[in-house]
Protein backbone atom coordinates (compact mmCIF):
# COMPACT_ATOMS: atom_id res chain seq x y z
CA UNK A 1 0.00 0.00 0.00
CA UNK A 2 1.36 3.40 -0.83
CA UNK A 3 0.63 6.33 1.52
CA UNK A 4 1.22 10.15 0.07
CA UNK A 5 0.96 12.79 2.67
CA UNK A 6 0.46 16.74 2.36
CA UNK A 7 -1.96 19.62 1.85
CA UNK A 8 -5.09 18.84 0.12
CA UNK A 9 -5.96 22.69 -0.70
CA UNK A 10 -2.36 22.79 -2.95
CA UNK A 11 -1.80 21.13 -5.99
CA UNK A 12 -1.46 17.28 -5.36
CA UNK A 13 2.03 15.68 -6.24
CA UNK A 14 1.27 11.85 -6.14
CA UNK A 15 3.65 9.61 -6.42
CA UNK A 16 3.08 7.10 -9.30
CA UNK A 17 0.38 3.93 -8.47
CA UNK A 18 -0.08 0.71 -10.58
CA UNK A 19 -3.58 0.00 -10.99
CA UNK A 20 -7.03 1.71 -9.93
CA UNK A 21 -6.64 3.79 -7.17
CA UNK A 22 -9.44 4.70 -4.76
CA UNK A 23 -9.39 8.69 -3.72
CA UNK A 24 -11.13 9.46 -0.41
CA UNK A 25 -12.16 12.46 1.08
CA UNK A 26 -14.38 11.43 3.52
CA UNK A 27 -16.13 13.06 7.03
CA UNK A 28 -17.61 15.96 4.79
CA UNK A 29 -14.62 17.82 5.20
CA UNK A 30 -15.68 19.40 1.91
CA UNK A 31 -18.02 21.25 3.99
CA UNK A 32 -15.40 23.25 5.65
CA UNK A 33 -14.59 25.13 1.78
CA UNK A 34 -16.78 27.75 0.17
CA UNK A 35 -17.57 26.31 -3.26
CA UNK A 36 -15.18 27.97 -5.41
CA UNK A 37 -12.12 26.46 -2.96
CA UNK A 38 -13.71 22.90 -2.47
CA UNK A 39 -14.36 22.71 -6.67
CA UNK A 40 -10.51 24.09 -6.65
CA UNK A 41 -9.51 20.92 -4.04
CA UNK A 42 -11.70 18.55 -6.20
CA UNK A 43 -10.22 19.58 -9.74
CA UNK A 44 -6.55 19.58 -7.78
CA UNK A 45 -8.02 15.38 -7.41
CA UNK A 46 -9.77 15.10 -10.62
CA UNK A 47 -6.47 15.41 -12.25
CA UNK A 48 -4.23 12.99 -10.80
CA UNK A 49 -7.16 10.66 -12.44
CA UNK A 50 -6.59 7.70 -14.56
CA UNK A 51 -9.99 6.34 -16.06
CA UNK A 52 -9.97 3.42 -14.41
CA UNK A 53 -9.52 5.52 -10.95
CA UNK A 54 -12.74 5.94 -8.32
CA UNK A 55 -13.49 8.71 -6.07
CA UNK A 56 -15.33 8.64 -2.93
CA UNK A 57 -16.82 12.17 -1.19
CA UNK A 58 -18.63 12.56 2.07
CA UNK A 59 -20.97 14.96 2.35
CA UNK A 60 -23.17 16.29 5.15
CA UNK A 61 -26.66 16.86 3.58
CA UNK A 62 -29.60 19.49 4.08
CA UNK A 63 -32.12 19.07 6.68
CA UNK A 64 -34.33 21.19 8.58
CA UNK A 65 -32.86 24.18 9.98
CA UNK A 66 -33.78 23.77 13.84
CA UNK A 67 -31.65 20.15 13.57
CA UNK A 68 -28.59 21.74 11.90
CA UNK A 69 -28.88 24.70 14.51
CA UNK A 70 -29.58 22.51 17.75
CA UNK A 71 -26.50 20.25 16.87
CA UNK A 72 -24.43 23.38 16.68
CA UNK A 73 -25.91 25.03 19.13
CA UNK A 74 -26.04 21.94 21.56
CA UNK A 75 -27.33 22.41 25.44
CA UNK A 76 -24.18 20.27 26.87
CA UNK A 77 -21.91 23.43 25.26
CA UNK A 78 -19.47 20.77 23.11
CA UNK A 79 -19.76 22.68 19.89
CA UNK A 80 -18.89 25.92 22.21
CA UNK A 81 -15.82 24.15 23.77
CA UNK A 82 -14.70 22.89 20.19
CA UNK A 83 -14.69 26.55 19.12
CA UNK A 84 -13.42 28.17 22.08
CA UNK A 85 -10.73 26.00 21.07
CA UNK A 86 -9.22 27.74 18.13
CA UNK A 87 -8.29 30.40 20.40
CA UNK A 88 -6.87 28.39 23.08
CA UNK A 89 -4.74 26.83 20.01
CA UNK A 90 -3.88 29.92 19.19
CA UNK A 91 -2.63 30.98 22.80
CA UNK A 92 -0.90 27.91 22.64
CA UNK A 93 1.00 27.46 19.45
CA UNK A 94 1.46 31.64 18.98
CA UNK A 95 1.57 33.03 22.57
CA UNK A 96 -1.33 35.32 21.76
CA UNK A 97 -3.36 36.33 24.55
CA UNK A 98 -7.19 35.50 24.04
CA UNK A 99 -9.12 35.51 27.06
CA UNK A 100 -11.63 33.05 26.21
CA UNK A 101 -13.93 34.28 28.66
CA UNK A 102 -14.55 37.61 26.72
CA UNK A 103 -15.66 35.46 23.98
CA UNK A 104 -19.48 33.20 23.06
CA UNK A 105 -19.87 30.89 20.76
CA UNK A 106 -22.64 31.79 18.01
CA UNK A 107 -24.05 29.12 15.48
CA UNK A 108 -25.97 30.68 12.81
CA UNK A 109 -27.80 28.83 9.35
CA UNK A 110 -26.97 31.01 6.52
CA UNK A 111 -30.25 29.49 4.40
CA UNK A 112 -28.88 31.27 1.29
CA UNK A 113 -25.76 29.21 1.28
CA UNK A 114 -26.87 26.18 2.72
CA UNK A 115 -24.38 26.53 5.62
CA UNK A 116 -23.91 26.89 8.97
CA UNK A 117 -21.72 29.92 10.07
CA UNK A 118 -19.58 29.59 13.55
CA UNK A 119 -18.32 33.05 15.48
CA UNK A 120 -16.56 33.78 18.76
CA UNK A 121 -18.37 37.19 20.11
CA UNK A 122 -16.49 39.47 21.82
CA UNK A 123 -18.40 40.14 25.17
CA UNK A 124 -16.07 43.65 25.07
CA UNK A 125 -14.16 45.83 23.72
CA UNK A 126 -10.84 44.41 23.96
CA UNK A 127 -7.36 44.39 22.25
CA UNK A 128 -5.86 40.68 21.53
CA UNK A 129 -1.97 40.50 21.03
CA UNK A 130 -0.61 37.72 18.94
CA UNK A 131 3.42 37.43 18.58
CA UNK A 132 5.14 38.28 15.40
CA UNK A 133 1.81 39.56 14.04
CA UNK A 134 0.54 42.75 16.49
CA UNK A 135 -2.38 44.09 17.98
CA UNK A 136 -6.27 43.03 16.65
CA UNK A 137 -8.54 44.80 18.05
CA UNK A 138 -12.03 43.65 19.12
CA UNK A 139 -15.51 46.38 19.44
CA UNK A 140 -18.30 44.46 21.95
CA UNK A 141 -20.40 42.46 19.54
CA UNK A 142 -17.93 41.81 16.85
CA UNK A 143 -17.10 39.00 15.57
CA UNK A 144 -14.52 35.88 14.46
CA UNK A 145 -15.80 33.63 11.87
CA UNK A 146 -14.40 30.18 12.88
CA UNK A 147 -15.75 27.64 10.56
CA UNK A 148 -18.09 26.97 7.88
CA UNK A 149 -19.86 23.72 7.30
CA UNK A 150 -21.85 23.50 4.12
CA UNK A 151 -24.62 20.96 3.85
CA UNK A 152 -25.37 19.46 0.39
CA UNK A 153 -28.05 17.66 -1.54
CA UNK A 154 -27.34 15.15 -4.77
CA UNK A 155 -27.78 18.62 -7.43
CA UNK A 156 -25.38 20.62 -4.90
CA UNK A 157 -22.43 17.88 -5.41
CA UNK A 158 -23.04 17.62 -9.01
CA UNK A 159 -22.60 20.99 -9.57
CA UNK A 160 -19.20 20.93 -7.77
CA UNK A 161 -18.32 17.20 -9.85
CA UNK A 162 -19.09 19.19 -12.67
CA UNK A 163 -17.01 22.29 -12.40
CA UNK A 164 -14.11 20.34 -10.97
CA UNK A 165 -14.06 17.78 -13.95
CA UNK A 166 -15.89 14.89 -12.34
CA UNK A 167 -18.28 12.58 -12.75
CA UNK A 168 -20.94 11.84 -10.36
CA UNK A 169 -21.68 7.80 -10.74
CA UNK A 170 -23.54 6.61 -7.30
CA UNK A 171 -25.38 8.72 -4.38
CA UNK A 172 -25.33 6.45 -1.00
CA UNK A 173 -27.16 7.88 1.82
CA UNK A 174 -27.85 6.96 5.24
CA UNK A 175 -31.36 5.66 6.26
CA UNK A 176 -32.23 8.75 8.05
CA UNK A 177 -30.63 11.11 4.77
CA UNK A 178 -28.74 12.82 7.21
CA UNK A 179 -24.88 12.15 5.10
CA UNK A 180 -24.13 10.77 1.76
CA UNK A 181 -20.94 9.23 -0.02
CA UNK A 182 -20.98 10.30 -3.48
CA UNK A 183 -18.54 8.23 -5.60
CA UNK A 184 -17.61 9.17 -9.25
CA UNK A 185 -14.46 9.49 -11.58
CA UNK A 186 -12.94 11.37 -13.75
CA UNK A 187 -15.50 13.29 -16.08
CA UNK A 188 -16.50 10.97 -19.16
CA UNK A 189 -17.67 13.98 -20.88
CA UNK A 190 -21.21 12.60 -19.39
CA UNK A 191 -22.84 12.98 -15.99
Same mark, same amino acid.
Given at each position: ?????????????????????????????????????????????????????????????????????????? *???? $????? #??? @?? +?????? /?? &????????????????????EMHLDSVTDQIV???????????????????????????????????????? *???? $????? #??? @?? +?????? /?? &?
Amino acid at each position: MITAIGDFSRELALPEIEGPTLFAFLGSTIGNFEDDAAVTILANISRQMRPDDRFLLGADLRKDIATIEAAYND *DAGV $TAEFN #LNV @LR +VLNREL /GA &DFNLDAFRHRAIYDRENHRIEMHLDSVTDQIVSIPRIGEIQLKEGESIRTELSCKYDRAAIGALFRRAGLCL *DDWI $TDGDG #LFA @LA +VGGASR /GI &D
